[in-house]
């Protein structure tokens, strides 16, 4: 931020400025050295944090700070979504280059509080920073009032591999703005605007999916409460890559069938509609394993509000790995998902 900008305190009194709905249970949040909350009434918490970082999960000229500050909240909101758990509070740290004005504070923040009042998960702290590029860091707590939490390493010996929502899109929007000029991107505050932009009601779909993912908490949580799945993961590096982790962590073989997944009605540039929907990442989707009990169950009581799910495929006894069956022919498959570090 330039020399004429806030100090920190300013920006801190700014976010304190803005009213948020706390939970009765948090006792102190902001203005202290540590925010203070007493956890009765929940058997037991969740907490999961994420960092998204310029130039590694975005790039600033193709996301406004708008978008931005909603999607670093929802990213961490669907790790809870993966167990089951309710949200209940975040903490947030940032760290902004000097050139950045208060303007792009201000709306990140906006975004961000925006979601946090939209999906009841106050902010209760964190940490401003100077830094080289913009670096956010965000840490979510939840909790189980009626459910337990799901592990991926929970899948059994003959489940069905359930997904819930869809796969490819993330992908292919970013595909989308790796063609485009994204300048108008940059201020963007408002969902219907990304719209207009995509001019087309499938790219609109593609770049919504990246820029503004869905995690489906409540689902999740219904997930929990009624037991009609063994294990579950969130589809955030990508479908097949998730799945190879349910797999190691759980002992078993996983088998997708190919004919039966939700594939992006097309591909964009070099990116097949598959090879999005194996290994596009950035989904948020879930993936579940299922009983066969646990499948009719599901199928008898699963609210139609919900993103629709679909059995696509198995997990069984064998050394742990992902295999694609293509009509009828079974091939050992290895992910190719993201990896921060390959």
Request: charged share 20%; glycine share 8%.
């Amino acid at each position: 931020m330039g020399a004429n900008d806030p100090c920190e305190l300013d920006l801190i009194d700014w976010i304190r400025s803005h009213s948020q709905d706390f939970p009765s249970s948090l006792v102190k949040s902001i203005g202290d050295d540590c925010a203070v909350f007493d956890p009765r009434g929940m058997s037991q918490l969740a907490v999961t944090t994420d960092m998204l970082l310029e130039n590694v999960h975005f790039h600033r000229a193709s996301v406004s700070p708008h978008f931005l500050g909603r999607k670093s909240l929802r990213v961490n909101l669907s790790d809870l979504a993966a167990v089951g758990a309710s949200p209940y509070a975040c903490l947030l740290s940032l760290g902004l280059p000097t050139e950045l004005t208060q303007e792009y504070f201000q709306a990140f923040m906006k975004g961000f509080l925006e979601d946090g009042a939209h999906w009841k998960v106050p902010l209760m702290g964190g940490d401003l920073s100077r830094s080289d590029t913009v670096v956010v860091n965000v840490t979510v707590w939840g909790g189980f009032e009626t459910g337990v939490p799901i592990w991926r390493s929970q899948a059994q010996d003959r489940d069905a591999l359930v997904l819930i929502g869809d796969v490819g899109l993330s992908r292919l929007g970013l595909e989308i703005l790796r063609g485009e000029d994204c300048t108008p991107l940059a201020t963007m505050a408002h969902e219907h605007d990304l719209v207009d932009w995509a001019q087309d009601p499938f790219r609109a779909q593609c770049l919504k999916a990246h820029l503004l993912p869905r995690p489906l908490v409540e689902t999740g949580i219904w997930l929990s409460e009624n037991g009609v799945v063994n294990a579950m993961i969130d589809v955030s590096d990508g479908l097949c890559s998730d799945l190879l982790h349910m797999a190691l962590a759980s002992g078993l073989m996983a088998e997708i069938r190919v004919d039966h997944l939700p594939l992006p009605e097309k591909g964009w540039g070099e990116i097949t509609a598959l090879e999005a929907a194996l290994d596009g990442g950035e989904d948020y989707a879930l993936l579940a394993a299922s009983s066969e009990k646990q499948l009719a169950r599901l199928g008898s009581t699963y609210p139609s509000e919900f993103p629709p799910y679909r059995v696509i495929g198995h997990l069984s006894s064998g050394k742990p790995a992902v295999y694609l069956n293509r009509s009828g022919k079974r091939e050992k498959y290895q992910p190719k998902g993201f990896d921060h570090f390959r």
